[in-house]
């Protein structure tokens, strides 16, 4: 069974800094794009960085300079480190990844989510 797990939210002050984890497990022959996705109350989920397999980013206006994504691809595992943080980065933040099983199925999945709150 793949699953992506997340960690690394909590409670920081603004301007403080928060590193989120996303490691996928189970029966995975490769990962493709990673990226993070943020859903503040009332929001819709929205992109935050993606960074493909071969480490080329890009992310969202809003955090450009501030947050950086970067992966580890022996370990399966994508980080999005936070830094600067506002208030309005409060979000739960999603993991997502394309996944391509040892069966040869590509899929794509999502982790259960990380809160992040930023107080001011």
């Known amino acids: 069974q793949v699953q992506l797990v997340e960690s690394g939210g909590g409670l920081v002050q603004a301007g403080g800094s928060l590193r989120l984890s996303c490691a996928a497990s189970?029966?995975?022959?490769?990962?493709?794009?990673m990226a993070w996705y943020g859903q503040a109350p009332g929001n819709q989920r929205e992109l935050v960085a993606i960074?493909?397999?071969?480490?080329?980013?890009n992310y969202a206006d809003s955090v450009k300079g501030r947050f950086t994504i970067s992966r580890d691809n022996a370990k399966n595992t994508a980080y999005l480190q936070m830094n600067s943080l506002k208030p309005e980065d409060t979000a739960v933040y999603y993991c997502?990844?394309?996944?391509?099983?040892?069966?040869?199925?590509?899929?794509?999945?999502w982790g259960q989510g990380t809160q992040v709150t930023v107080s001011s």
């Open positions: 997502n990844a394309d996944l391509m099983q040892l069966a040869g199925v590509l899929r794509n999945y």
């Open positions: 960074i493909t397999s071969s480490g080329s980013a």
């Open positions: 189970g029966n995975i022959l490769r990962v493709n794009t």
